[in-house]
């Protein structure tokens, strides 16, 4: 059920609602970093901290674009997302190297593929009534497999310049650094896109409306 009770309460009783709320990620995290820490302590060395960062990006992104999905799904969930986002790579490496394709062309391609994949499984969801994580379990399979199919099981290696067989190099500029070669590009570009999620959920009409079609 909705939680109104946070209606008409003073900052600093939202502030402890919202402690009480996000708690046990807390403490999870907490749990997660100590166990890397002890297993891995290279990790955590200043070095390691733009990689791990440039990794990091491109599941913020996935969680921020789950985030409305998992917030008005009332229960569903879609756990195909980390198979289509290596679906998606295969064929941006591709049509970058091969096609010689420049960034907005790219972009569109990707984001049309990704929005029929994920059109496809809604569809069969809702037409026959079957539980998303159900028919994700089966997307994830066929994104996992088209990837290797796309990619005939192959590392595809991406090279920065002009000329065939090399991606353009405007795409060079996600993977640079900055803050004394610390932060990726990509990390930052994630950040704001969090920012402007956090303010979409919290402060717009169709925030509210996600949080009230999820309750």
Do not use: H
Not at 38 to 47: D, E, K, T, Y
Request: hydrophobic share 55%; glycine share 12%; net charge positive.
């Amino acid at each position: 059920l909705c939680d109104v009770r946070t209606y008409g309460m003073s900052s600093v009783t939202r502030l402890l609602s919202l402690g009480r709320s996000v708690g046990f990620a807390v403490v999870l995290l907490v749990i997660l970093l100590a166990v890397n820490l002890i297993l891995s302590p290279a990790r955590f060395q200043p070095g390691s901290w733009g990689a791990l960062l440039g990794l990091a990006a491109p599941l913020i992104g996935a969680a921020i674009a789950s985030t409305p999905v998992i917030l008005a799904g009332r229960g569903g969930i879609d756990i195909s997302v980390g198979a289509l986002l290596s679906l998606s790579r295969v064929p941006t490496a591709t049509i970058m190297t091969t096609g010689g394709w420049g960034l907005i062309p790219t972009l569109l391609v990707v984001l049309v593929c990704g929005t029929v994949f994920g059109g496809v499984q809604g569809v069969i969801s809702n037409r026959f009534r079957l539980e998303p994580f159900i028919v994700t379990l089966a997307g994830l399979q066929v994104a996992r497999g088209l990837a290797l199919v796309i990619s005939k099981n192959q590392y595809i290696n991406i090279s920065y310049g002009e000329g065939p067989g090399l991606a353009s190099p405007v795409f060079a500029i996600l993977g640079d650094r900055l803050f004394n070669n610390t932060v990726p590009v990509a990390t930052l570009v994630f950040v704001v896109v969090a920012a402007i999620a956090t303010f979409v959920l919290n402060f717009t009409r169709f925030g509210r409306y996600a949080f009230a079609v999820g309750c």
